[in-house]
């Protein structure tokens, strides 16, 4: 018997991907993330010893848009005061935020970069929708943690794009002049900062310019886990970890069975809320959404480093139309630590190592040396730090084609949903999504959704 099958009970691993990277599905023993460094009681949580044998509405994982999804569901019910609560069920195959939300750099941002290529893409109206739609998922995450009372560390801030490459530093200029004069609503809450002060304002060593835009942070383990125990103790979902969906049976139109190795249950409504693990039972997406891996780490200092960095970043070190263009984001924490993640230069080309694959149990060559003394190599008063590498992991993203997710109606199936296809700055769209999703599974047309047209599911070849 596979040795990983046996594992959640299987015998071998189910049909639809044989040959991916352990059936496509997420993998036991997955590297230890900072943010997962301090369980919550519900990590591995189930409302019941054996699964119930039907819901109305089955939503699989347990990430950031799994229970956000079930959360605005939960909300909306209540809004709508309209007699029995509809059963929620959520089934995720390893701990709660054990996918990419409890593994990633957990900034909520555009880029510059993102917004040049949105505006290359797209019209001006859909680029300003999708980038507002960023920019108030901040907002809304806000009222839900003050709503909740969430002990995760969320702040309001700033974030800045550096460009290190003088060409780079020109071109992100450039960009900003444009926008302005051309009256784009996205540059209404961004600051443009030159080659005078960039190395001073963001202590980044050989900075040549920035881009000040606005962003939040959090702890995305803690805002999962926290608005999940709420909920369980509310009685609006049940929870059941451990829990993979191996396959899917939709013969009856009115219903849908879901079987785990832990028992089947039956749905009328279904969600799937899998990311990059989509196409392993969703065979629709096979060629939509393919895993690819990241990496990121945790710096902690000797002792706390005044003055504190208060942005978050993305440090452009090279040209960025060069394939092997070097970005690296950063995410301080209150505590002086900071999460550093990116390297992709490093491993680009090599891409048996990170691409098509759902493995986030190993590491990827050299990326530590890498991180070791990032700190003290690029950024002004860390050089004495003493800063080292307490945490070093793995993730794993979901690519699509225009780097856009797909949400809505799962094309050709009945009462099936879908939000997933984030990619490496997926986050800052998780919680909007899946408002706009919720709306479109209680009735709503997608256009009434709330959500950027580009994110339709519509596009699906
Ligand atoms: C290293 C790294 C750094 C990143 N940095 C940032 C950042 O700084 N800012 C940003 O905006 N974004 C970032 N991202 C991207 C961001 O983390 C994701 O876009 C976002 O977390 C996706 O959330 P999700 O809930 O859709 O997916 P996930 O968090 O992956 O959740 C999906 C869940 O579904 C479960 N699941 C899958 N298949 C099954 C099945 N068959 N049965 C049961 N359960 C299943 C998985 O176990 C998982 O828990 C980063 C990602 C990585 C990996």
Known sequence: MNRFWSLFGLNEQPGPTKG???????????????????????????????????CDIAIIGAGITGVSTAYHLSRLHAANNSGKKPSIVILEAREV????????????????????????????????????????????????????GLDCEFELRRTYDVFVDEQDAKDAGETYRIAVEEGHKWVKEVSFVDSRYAEQITSIKGAKAAVSMPACSLWP???????????IDRKELSLYTHTPITSIDSSNSLATTLHTPNGSITTKKLIFATNAYTSAICPSFKE?????????????????????????????????????????????????????????????????????TTD????????????????????????????????????????????????GKVP??????????????????????????????????????GLPRMFSTGRLG
């Open 20 to 54: 991916h990277t352990n059936g496509g599905l997420p993998v036991p023993n997955s590297t230890l993330s900072y943010w997962r460094s301090e369980l919550h009681p519900i990590d591995s949580y189930r409302s019941s010893e054996h699964l119930p044998s039907e």
């Open 288 to 356: 939509a959404i393919i895993p690819y891996k990241g990496t990121a780490c945790h710096i902690s200092p000797e002792k706390p480093i005044s003055p504190h960095l208060n942005s978050t970043y993305n440090i452009y070190y090279d040209r960025q139309n060069d394939p092997d263009s070097k970005v690296d984001y950063l995410n301080p924490r209150p505590d002086s630590g900071i999460i550093v993640g990116g390297a992709n230069w490093l491993f680009k080309s090599q891409k048996h190592l990170w691409y098509n």
């Open 412 to 449: 050709g199936k009945e009462n099936w949903y879908i939000a997933a296809g984030f990619n490496g700055g997926g986050m800052s769209f998780c919680f909007s999504c899946a408002e706009g999703l919720a709306g479109i599974v209680e009735g709503k047309r997608y256009e009434e959704s």
């Open 221 to 231: 383990y803690k805002f999962v886990t926290q608005l999940l125990s709420r909920m």
């Open 360 to 407: 986030d149990s190993t590491l990827i060559p050299n990326t530590r040396p890498y991180f070791s003394t990032y700190m003290q190599d690029n950024f002004h008063g860390w050089e004495d730090s003493n800063a080292k590498i307490t945490h070093l992991w793995t993730g794993i993203q979901g690519e699509t084609k225009d780097g856009k997710p797909f949400v």
């Open 97 to 148: 935020c054990s996918g990419a939300t409890g593994r990633n750099g957990s900034h909520s941002k555009m880029r510059i970069s993102s917004i040049r290529t949105l505006f290359k893409d797209y019209n001006a109206e859909a680029a300003d929708e999708c980038i507002a739609f960023v920019y108030s998922q901040s907002h809304l995450m806000k009222e839900a943690v003050d709503r909740e």
